[in-house]
Every structure is written in structure tokens, then in C-alpha cells.
């Protein structure tokens, strides 16, 4: 009977991830709608048609107010559905969409989030809720990151340091920045440092100004990557990073993250973000404190370059760790778990 079920999973924002998620567990068809008004409207029209069969079920990706006419439907003919949590946009919903948003988490019948330390946040800012399952999305050919003869694609005589994962203000690159241009200038020399910045989507204007800014004085050797990377191309540009300096404001699971670490990659990272799970899988990270970000980030990266050999051996042990907990089978069985529903 289970596996006759069919799963229709309603979005108004694409998500490749997401969708690459859905395609692989078979019995999952993407309704997918960005419009307002249409998702308002044409939601509960798909849902009435397919209501009455009783194997079909339904699920919504990043929940809005726009779902709150099926949410209803459902409800009035008592069918369960499935909410699925991205990032953490949901922590900063106020006012009348908030009570909204409860209202659609209070009466799912589970709900799929990221990360051990964002499902913590829910369950602080969203009262009652029992029915929160930790089930990370699949981050396609991620073991294809791993990269045992990291040094022989880069070579000893290199060190590549890529600054962010994209070209968002949530990047922080006013830190970043500043914490390069406090680097000594002999030790950068010394090491023969590249910077590196990957700018393919979310790139604000300031944030392209002042990366463009850094490049024209910059005494060192810069490269700025505007091109979305996918495939052997995007696995080529992680395998020849040293060094990622990730200190997002705020974040979920950074996919592009994970696979630098299975990539061999040496992770600096904010001790405020949510990574718990990565770290009770024994993945070793280097973090900075929110206090003196800049100086702090100084420290950091003078000390990693100091040490870089040790550093790479110690990172090295982590594309194993993360595969065991983040590879596309693990996570499969994740959310075949999830969307077996009670009936």
C-alpha cells in the first residue's frame, strides 16, 4: 500500500536542491507555482482533484501564507500533509504571518528541517510542536568532492583561499576583507596566497563594489568566479581550494560548505552558526567568535597558513565523516522515513 502512495509536493520559490531531493524518492510530483495569486487559487484547485483518493498525500516546500487556502482544504476533508523547512527565513517571521505560519507547522502531521540546532531554534520560537524530524536535503554527487591527492591538484607551492560561497551581504565580506588586508604582506608572499571570490547568484551591488574595490589594490594575485559552476567544472573549483573562510550571519547547512569538507577543504567558520550536527560527527572546523570578528579572523587565518600541512591532514579526515551522514543514501533513507505517513 506504501508504495502505491503518491506524494504531491506544492513549491512557489525553485529550489534545485529540493528538487533533486524530490526526483530521486519516485513517488513525488512537484506542483510548482511562483505566482501569487495562482498559488492561492490553483493549489486547493489541484488539491480537490486529487483529494479524493485516499493514497495521495500532500506536502509543502518553504511554507507562506499563499498555502493557507489548501492548508484548509485539507483540513476540512482531515487529510495529512507534510511541511519541509528551508533555512531559517521561518525565525524571522513577525505579525500576522507569523500566527499564520504556526497555525499551517501546529497542524502538519511532521515537519522536515536541516539541522539538529535549527530544529532546536523552531521548537523555541514555535511552542508544541512534537512532529519535527532533522532531514537534510540530498546535495547531488556529493562523494564526487572527495579528493585524497588534494596536493597534487593544487601543489605545495600554492595556497588558494576562497573568501564566502556566493555574493550575498549575509557573506559578511566587510569582514572578511578587512581581516586580509591585516594579514602581513611577507607571510602572504611567502606562502604564495591566491584569493579567491565566487560570485555566481545572490550578488548584491555593494558586495560586488567593494569585492572589485579589494582586487584593483590588491598587492596579490585575486580571481573572481562569476560563472554558475555545476558538475566536474563546480568539483574541479572546490577540489582547488586550501583554505574557505565561511562566517555567514546566518545560515541552515551550507551545502556548499559540506563540500569543501569533503573535499579536504580547511573550513573557517562562524561559532555562531548552527552546525552542531557537523560537529557531534566529529567534523573539525576552525571558528571565530561574533566579539572582534576582524582581529579575531586575523589570528585565524595567520595561524592556519603558519600551520598548513598539519591543517590539511586534519581536515582530511573529514570527507568520510560527512559522507557517512550527508551521502545521497543516508539522506534517501531520511526522507523515505519522512514521508511515510500514518495513513
Not at 76 to 86: A, D, G, H, V
Not at 114 to 142: G, R
Request: glycine share 4%.
Amino acid at each position: 500500500m506504501e508504495n502505491d502512495r503518491k506524494i504531491y509536493s506544492f513549491f512557489t520559490m525553485e529550489h534545485k536542491v529540493v528538487s533533486h531531493t524530490l526526483s530521486k524518492l519516485g513517488n513525488v510530483e512537484i506542483v510548482f507555482d511562483s505566482s501569487i495569486y495562482a498559488a492561492l487559487l490553483y493549489f486547493p484547485y489541484k488539491i480537490i482533484s486529487l483529494i479524493k483518493n485516499p493514497l495521495n498525500s500532500f506536502n509543502f516546500q518553504f511554507p507562506s501564507y499563499r498555502y493557507l487556502p489548501s492548508i484548509l482544504l485539507l483540513l476540512l476533508f482531515n487529510k495529512e500533509y507534510t511541511i519541509s523547512l528551508w533555512g531559517s527565513d521561518y525565525l524571522k517571521v513577525n505579525g500576522f504571518r507569523y500566527y499564520i505560519l504556526k497555525f499551517i507547522l501546529k497542524n502538519a502531521e511532521k515537519i522536515s528541517i536541516a539541522s539538529i540546532d535549527t530544529k532546536e531554534f523552531l521548537l523555541a520560537n514555535y511552542k508544541k510542536l512534537n512532529n519535527v524530524v532533522v532531514c537534510p536535503y540530498i546535495l547531488p554527487n556529493l562523494e564526487m568532492f572527495y579528493c585524497p591527492d588534494k596536493d597534487k591538484i593544487i601543489g605545495k607551492n600554492k595556497l588558494n583561499i576562497l573568501l564566502g560561497t556566493n555574493g550575498s551581504s549575509n557573506q559578511q565580506f566587510n569582514v572578511m576583507l578587512s581581516a586580509i588586508e591585516g594579514l602581513a604582506d611577507g607571510l602572504l608572499s611567502e606562502r604564495n596566497v591566491t584569493f579567491h571570490f565566487h560570485l555566481s547568484y545572490g550578488t548584491c551591488f555593494d558586495v560586488r563594489r567593494c569585492v572589485e574595490l579589494f582586487i584593483a589594490k590588491s598587492k596579490f594575485e585575486c580571481i573572481l568566479e562569476e560563472s554558475f559552476l555545476a558538475g566536474a567544472e563546480l568539483v574541479k573549483y572546490r577540489t582547488e581550494k586550501d583554505i574557505l573562510v565561511q562566517i555567514q550571519k546566518t545560515d541552515q547547512l551550507s551545502a556548499a560548505m559540506l563540500e569543501h569538507l569533503v573535499s579536504g577543504t580547511i573550513v573557517i567558520t562562524g561559532a555562531w552558526l548552527p552546525y552542531k550536527s557537523l560537529s557531534n560527527i566529529g567534523v573539525y572546523m576552525k571558528e571565530i567568535e561574533k566579539d572582534n570578528m576582524v582581529n579575531t579572523l586575523i589570528d585565524k587565518l595567520t595561524d592556519t597558513i603558519l600551520d598548513i600541512e598539519n591543517e590539511k591532514k586534519i581536515s582530511s579526515a573529514n570527507a568520510k565523516k560527512v559522507i557517512a551522514e550527508y551521502g545521497e543514501e543516508q539522506s534517501l533513507n531520511r526522507w523515505k522515513l519522512f514521508f511515510t505517513l500514518k495513513g
